[in-house]
């Protein structure tokens, strides 16, 4: 059984990254990618998301700190690349 008190430390990034997911889901079906091949990419992802925090977060978890901060400033620039691609500026 999986104690889930270790993850708190990566909750933000739990919630954010899976926002993240959906705006790089929407750019692809915008960019007229195949549905089946996007949908196939983000399953491997999430699995592979789901593997390494499960097993990485004995190791992680003294670095917990630096992770979110890290974590979060990627998600915050994809998004803001994200908006801008939206508008055309990008």
Request: glycine fraction near 12%; avoid cysteine; hydrophobic fraction near 60%.
């Amino acid at each position: 059984m999986v104690d889930l008190k270790a993850f708190a430390p990566f909750t933000g990034l739990l919630i954010f990254g899976n926002i993240e997911n959906l705006i790089l889901a929407s750019q692809g079906a915008v960019a007229h990618v195949d549905p089946y091949i996007l949908g196939g990419l983000s399953i491997l992802a999430v699995i592979a998301w789901l593997l390494l925090g499960t097993y990485g977060t004995k190791v992680a978890i003294k670095y917990a700190d630096y992770i979110e901060i890290f974590g979060g400033v990627a998600i915050i620039i994809l998004g803001i690349q994200s908006m801008l691609e939206a508008f055309g500026i990008l």
